[in-house]
């Protein structure tokens, strides 16, 4: 492996995700900081260099660059305690991390940001038709997360996996977007437990 480098945005789970990862295998991991409000990571630059699709987190191992946050997380990951030894789990937990890509971060992160960081009264004709469909597909998801760990601690086998890391990220600020965690007792309880890991650091 590699010098690691995360191209980032503090304020983005997806790229926390990457710092988490590499902090819980104490893996060190250079940081380099872009603002995405600002279209720093689409300057002819970022997007010759970096990642022509524009975005981030990119995980640069030497000169290679690897975009899409769970594709870094199983980078640097693979072989190591965050990935489980046995087959089914294994893919169990590639299915968390799909549904986190598919049915999690598309509607939680995005609310999360809209009212957050562009705020709700600069939303666009488009994303204000969209927030309440997002509004029920996030809380369905957070419910269908509740309900999994309501007898489990960890969301596949006996520890803590890349889908514990790749559902933390946006789940533990989801109340920025207006969702709330005191809803959903059993996903307090496991982020407590994510935040008790050895080696865990926190957002931004």
């Not at 533990?172 to 437990?193: K, N, Q, S, T």
Request: aromatic share 12%; glycine share 8%; with cysteine.
């Amino acid at each position: 492996m590699g010098p690691l480098v995360l191209h980032e945005d503090t304020r983005s789970g997806n790229c926390y995700k990457i710092a988490l990862t590499a902090a819980l295998l104490g893996l060190p991991l250079e940081r380099v900081r872009y603002d995405i409000l600002k279209g720093e990571t689409r300057t002819p630059d970022f997007l010759a260099r970096v990642n022509a699709n524009g975005r981030i987190p990119v995980l640069q191992v030497g000169s290679h660059f690897l975009p899409e946050s769970n594709a870094a997380c199983w980078y640097l990951a693979e072989g190591s305690k965050l990935v489980p030894p046995d087959r089914f789990d294994r893919a169990d937990m590639l299915r968390w991390m799909f549904f986190e890509q598919y049915s999690h971060e598309p509607n939680v992160a995005t609310l999360r940001f809209w009212f957050q960081f562009v705020g709700e009264a600069n939303l666009n004709e488009l994303q204000r038709g969209q927030v309440m469909a997002k509004r029920v597909a996030g809380e369905a998801a957070l419910e269908l997360m509740n309900g999994h760990l309501a007898h489990r601690d960890w969301f596949v086998g006996e520890a803590a996996s890349l889908a514990d890391i790749a559902l933390f990220a946006y789940t533990h600020v989801c109340e920025g977007g207006g969702f709330r965690l005191h809803d959903y007792p059993a996903i307090c309880a496991w982020l407590r437990r994510v935040e008790a890991l050895p080696g865990f650091v926190a957002m931004g």
